[in-house]
Structure formats: C-alpha cells, structure tokens
C-alpha cells in the first residue's frame, strides 16, 4: 500500500484533502481484501471509490474552469478514462475470486493515483500557482 506524501501535492488545500480522502478509500479496499472481506464488502468499498472520485473530478474540473485552464480537455479526459476503467472493473467483479480483483484494481488505482498525480495534475498546480497572490487563496 501507499500512503501521502507531500510530492502529491498540488498546493491547493481542498484538492489536497480530496486526494487524501481518495487515497484512505484505496486503503480500506486493500484492507478489505487483504483479510478476505467478502465479495459485496469489496464491490462496495468499489462503488464509493468510483462515487468518489467523480466529486473530485468535478472539484478539479470546477476550478480549470474558473481559471480557463488550457489543458482542461486533456485533464478531463482522464478523469472520464479511470471512472470508465474503474467502472468495468466493477462490472467484471463476479468474474474475478476476490483476491485476484482486489490485487488488479489496486495495480491500477496505484499507477493511475501516482502518475495523474504527479503529471497531469502538477500541471494544473503550476498553471494555478502564478494566479495566487499573497492574499488570495485558490
């Protein structure tokens, strides 16, 4: 498992705090897995996930655009990516022994929560930090 980091952050608090709820919901469907929850405990534990983190998409996308980001459609695109993805595993669920669901999904939600992380959403920080002044907070 992986926990937060300051290099995940993005400067802005309520983002920050999102990605820390997200990464504590990754944690608990690891958890769940790890001492063989159930199957329904684990196709929970996905759906709240899957809810979510399409709030915080829409956090994300609420501030691109108040500040007309300029990559906005790329950044979306992959919020609607991992929802897509996330949801197919959900679907596939009854297919898969618990075990092996949990340990794919987790490779994906790992290397999906780092890599936006710290690519596409450092972008947004470093197109939103010359915006901020000493008084204004994002």
């Known amino acids: 498992m992986f926990t937060w980091n300051e290099n995940f952050s993005v400067g802005i608090d309520e983002i920050d705090n999102q990605h820390k709820e997200l990464l504590t919901l990754i944690g608990k469907l690891f958890t769940g897995a790890r001492f063989k929850k159930d199957i329904i405990e684990i196709s929970n534990l996905t759906t709240e ?63 999906w929560f780092v890599n936006h992380l710290t690519y596409t959403d450092k972008k947004l920080f470093d197109f939103l930090t010359p915006l901020k002044d000493s008084t204004t907070k994002l």
């Open 49 to 111: 996930i899957i809810s979510f983190a399409e709030h915080h998409f829409m956090t994300e996308s609420r501030y691109m655009r108040k500040y007309n980001y300029p990559d906005i459609e790329h950044h979306e695109n992959e919020h609607d990516e991992i929802i897509k993805r996330l949801k197919e595993y959900k679907f596939e669920l009854k297919s898969y022994n618990v075990d092996d669901f949990a340990s794919e999904l987790m490779i994906l939600l790992k290397s």
